[in-house]
């Protein structure tokens, strides 16, 4: 009995698809990655954007103290401020407005040499703290 025309359609098919399967694993054998050096197979980037084999110039090497992770630090301000005292309170505390900026900055007694009184000019170090900056290290300026 003969085979139908179907039958030997898809034995043809099939043939084909194993003569292509052959063909491409050729291929693969021939244009394999393996057995080439680790520069050979680098790809850079140029400083236009564009994937080039050639490497790029060579740089000075950053060190890894440079590198400031983060915010960028706040530069340090002169330590010393002067200001004229602009309120006094009974209990001790009160406040230095800067000749500067004009900013109140908080103050208690304790943290002064001398007595002070309302509308001395004084010189103190200002510290951050919890409700904002306070003056510590008070002095009259003479």
Do not use: C, W
């Not at 084909?16 to 393996?34: F, G, I, L, S, Y």
């Amino acid at each position: 009995m003969a085979d139908s025309f179907s039958k030997k359609e898809n034995f043809k098919k099939k043939i084909q698809k194993q003569k292509e399967k052959a063909q491409r694993r050729e291929e693969r054998k021939a244009n394999n990655n393996k057995g080439k050096e680790l520069e050979d197979m680098f790809s850079y980037v140029d400083e236009f954007g564009r994937i080039t084999t050639t490497p790029p110039e060579k740089r000075q090497e950053v060190s890894l103290d440079d590198i400031q992770l983060g915010a960028a630090p706040i530069p340090e301000e002169e330590t010393r401020k002067s200001g004229i005292i602009t309120f006094l309170s009974e209990k001790g505390y009160g406040f230095i407005t800067e000749d500067r900026s004009k900013e109140n900055v908080f103050f208690h007694q304790n943290n002064a040499r001398e007595i002070l009184k309302k509308g001395h000019k004084v010189s103190f170090e200002k510290e951050r703290s919890a409700k904002g900056f306070s003056a510590i290290n008070i002095e009259l300026v003479k």
